[in-house]
Nanobody, 120 residues
Framework: VQLVESGGGMVQPGGSLRLSCAAS????????MNWVRQAPGKGPEWVSA????????YYADSVKGRFTISRDNAKNTLYLQMNSLKPEDTALYYC??????????????WGQGTQVTVSS
C-alpha cells in the first residue's frame, strides 16, 4: 500500500490549494478515504472523509463550507480542494485509508504528508 500526497505549498490568507493523494497497492475504490492534518505542536485533526463511491462526504466543523473532498476511482486519486484558507489551516496534511475493526474506525495506512502554510 502506498499513499503519496502532493499539492501543498505556501499561500496567502483567502487563497486556495488543491491537494492530491495518489493511491497504489490496493483496490482504491473499495475503501473509504480521509484527510487528516497536524499543525505544529498539536495532535492530529481529522479534516474530511469520503465513502467508496464518493457519494457521501464528511467534514470537520473547522473546514465545512471551505474545503471539498472528492475522489476519482478510475485514477486511484483522492483530492482536497481548499478555499478561503486561513492561517489556522497551516499544517501537514495526510491522506489516510480507513477501515472498521469491529466498532472501531482505524486509519490503517497513511501517506507521508504535504505541507500547507497559510501566511501573509
Amino acid at each position: 500500500v502506498q499513499l503519496v500526497e502532493s499539492g501543498g505549498g505556501m499561500v496567502q490568507p483567502g487563497g486556495s490549494l488543491r491537494l492530491s493523494c495518489a493511491a497504489s497497492g490496493f483496490t482504491f475504490s473499495s475503501y473509504d478515504m480521509n484527510w487528516v492534518r497536524q499543525a505544529p505542536g498539536k495532535g492530529p485533526e481529522w479534516v474530511s472523509a469520503i465513502n467508496t463511491g464518493g457519494g457521501s462526504t464528511y467534514y470537520a466543523d473547522s473546514v465545512k463550507g471551505r474545503f471539498t473532498i472528492s475522489r476519482d476511482n478510475a485514477k486511484n486519486t483522492l483530492y482536497l480542494q481548499m478555499n478561503s484558507l486561513k492561517p489556522e489551516d497551516t499544517a501537514l496534511y495526510y491522506c489516510a485509508r480507513s477501515i472498521w475493526v469491529g466498532i472501531a474506525l482505524v486509519y490503517d495506512y497513511w501517506g507521508q504528508g504535504t505541507q500547507v502554510t497559510v501566511s501573509s
